[in-house]
């Protein structure tokens, strides 16, 4: 008979731990970072905060392990070479999820404030994605654009969409990232 998975403690553990996290998801996407508690978290999942700060060391901790999850799987979708249908994918995933979009854009919204838990993650983040898109594109643009700059657009149209669609469901994010990737290709 073929193994099904890991068994034991340390399933158990993984299981517990992404659960967690999706109760961590669930509670600071209903009152962003600083209207959400670890009490809360911990009441939900039906285990006490110190079982919380076993798998996580703080608030901070697990709402960057929410994100970094988050990230994760926006990397997977861009792809090793051509960014521009990977924003689309993107695009398509985020109208599935829209509790880690609401999520993401409060935490990016929060954490504008220097003082935020947050602040140097979401700095940071925009700089890695941003070089990360602009090493991709790089070698697909005329001499006359600037990959950097170009990837900042991509990134504030990705964010802006979002919170559009965030207001109205009616803004289809996956069509107008479509209709821009076809405008960029046409143009090159």
Known sequence: MAASGPRGPYAKGT???????RIALEVFTEGGYHGSSVKEI???????????FHYFGSKQAMLAAVLAARDERT??????????????????RNARTPDLVRLYATTAA???????????????????????????????????????????????VMDGLQIQWLLDDRVDMADDIERLVALLVAGK
């Open 110 to 156: 929060e954490a504008t404030e220097p003082g935020h838990a947050a602040h140097e993650w979401v700095r940071d983040r925009y700089a890695q994605v941003c070089a990360d898109i602009a090493d991709r594109l790089a070698d697909r643009l005329g001499p006359d654009t600037d990959p950097a700059w170009l990837a900042r657009i991509l990134v504030a």
């Open 75 to 92: 990397a997977a979708l861009l792809g090793a070479d051509d960014p521009l249908p990977g924003l689309l994918e993107v695009a398509r």
């Open 15 to 21: 299981e517990r731990r992404e659960q967690i996290l």
């Open 42 to 52: 911990a009441r939900r999942v039906g285990v006490t905060e110190s079982t919380l």
